[in-house]
């Protein structure tokens, strides 16, 4: 192109129009990061918006005509059909973190008048979300033990819209069952006008659908910190909820309008390295975990270890039931819990003490919050990730003071043996 216009302007703007802007040709999706986008006509531009969202088109087959970043990009676009397809969901949709999507899958569903029951033991933050945002907006909420199924159903009431829950919890990995509970809200469907309705909510972020794939189970929808491992390798954070075609329009128009959008520079991290390495990832991730949880359980200062792979769960045959990967195989996950022996203050300072030397002398342990990373993580649910939960509601939700999460990486497990040895050695 011969230009009229000078090497500044066109330094910026590139080539007007290039045919070699082709997405076909690439192996790795480019990372296209444009708030706006051309809209070339005017006829265009109203033709994207009377797009956007539509419940009448499917998103899955349309060329979306791109509007704004915040709507939708291409990386997110991706990002989001491998997400529906790893849950065997109809469509997703990502949010900027696993908070916003879990604030757009309860804001779609809930107003003011409305109910939700919530199992007692979930992540800190969704805890706070339910009982101290969504009570101010008008919603008020029941935590119950979902593993109680009569307890369950005893508290649905004729306003209840959502059940809420996460099997494994966090942090105590105990379980729930996704079939009794989606029994539950279908028996009390009956009877009920379709848009009061319960949807079954579950964040499957511990899980990951390596582990377990609940909309095939019945779940309604699942939500993902894609922060954990998902994204795999702590470098990003992002969310994402996956469930029917019906809901998408809501979820979009949410996203929209309260703006957690995922950047598309983090979709495309998520889309090349987190997804595909995803499977590899937990298989090592997991076998590690089994092995931990059984060089732990032993130990004389360790009064209980928490992971479904071992012989003394308390829900072995729900684990083994209920959490399988793609090829059928047993896989409890890669999340370890336990608590160090003696009362409340004794156990506490114990776990205290094993964290601070870990810190200190560990290359293969590192202590910090979030999971789901390459490298294995240790913390202390109490103090830190569930400190928002009060503390009679901890007690409830079975997280005690001496109690210690572990989040295995993918490091030689004999350094992680040799860095948890070392550490309990010194208590
Ligand atoms: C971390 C986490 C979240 C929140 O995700 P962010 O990406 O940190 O916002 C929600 N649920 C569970 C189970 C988590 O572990």
């Avoid at 959502?162 to 919890?169: D, K, R, S």
């Avoid at 003490?353 to 649910?381: C, D, F």
Wanted: with cysteine; net charge negative.
């Amino acid at each position: 192109m011969k230009s009229r216009y000078r090497d500044r302007s066109v330094l910026i703007h590139g080539k007007f129009r290039s045919e070699k802007w082709d997405f076909e040709d690439h192996i790795l999706p480019p990372i296209t990061t444009s708030a706006a986008f051309r809209l070339r006509t005017a006829e265009r531009g109203a033709e994207a918006f009377r797009q956007f969202a539509n419940p009448e088109l499917d998103r899955s087959t349309l060329h979306p005509i791109y509007i704004y970043s915040r709507l939708d990009d291409p990386c997110q676009g991706l990002l989001e059909e491998n997400l529906a397809f790893s849950e065997k969901g109809e469509t997703a949709v990502c949010f900027a973190t696993g908070m916003a999507a879990v604030s757009a899958v309860l804001g779609i569903h809930l107003q003011a008048g409305d109910h939700i029951v919530v199992h007692k033991t979930i992540y800190g933050c969704s805890f706070s979300l339910i009982t101290r945002w969504l009570k101010r907006f008008g919603v008020e909420h029941a935590l119950v033990d979902f593993r109680d199924l009569p307890t369950l159903r005893g508290a649905i009431r004729p306003e209840t819209r959502v059940l809420y829950f996460e099997t494994p919890c966090n942090p105590t990995l105990e379980l729930v069952d996704i079939v009794g509970v989606v029994g539950a809200a279908r028996e009390s469907d009956e009877g009920r006008a379709p848009d009061e309705r319960i949807a079954v909510i579950l964040d499957n972020t511990f899980a990951t659908p390596f582990c377990q794939r609940p909309l095939v189970e019945g779940v309604d929808f699942v939500v993902h910190s894609l922060t954990k491992n998902l994204g795999g390798f702590g470098a990003d954070m992002g969310g994402a909820v996956i469930g029917p075609r019906a809901k998408e329009t809501d979820l979009l128009l949410f996203r929209k309008d309260f703006g957690g959008s995922i950047s598309p520079k983090t979709a495309w991290q998520i889309l090349v390295y987190g997804l595909p390495t995803l499977a590899l990832r937990m298989e090592c991730q997991q076998a590690s975990a089994q092995r931990i949880a059984e060089f732990l359980e032993p130990h004389p200062l360790v009064s209980r270890v928490r992971y479904p792979g071992l012989d003394s769960f308390p829900q072995s045959d729900l684990a083994r039931k209920q959490m399988r990967d793609v090829d059928g195989n047993f896989a409890p996950g890669s999340m370890v819990y336990f608590e160090m022996e003696g009362g409340p203050d004794e156990a506490y300072c114990r776990a205290v003490k094993l964290m601070n030397r870990l810190a200190e002398h560990a290359l293969s342990v590192t202590m910090a919050v979030s999971l789901g990373q390459i490298r294995t993580l240790v913390s202390h649910p109490a103090s830190m990730t569930h400190s928002a939960i009060p503390p009679e509601d901890q007690e409830r939700a079975g997280i005690l003071p001496g109690g210690v999460r572990l989040s295995v990486g993918i490091e030689d497990v004999r350094d992680i043996f040799g860095d948890l040895e070392d550490a309990l050695e010194h208590l």
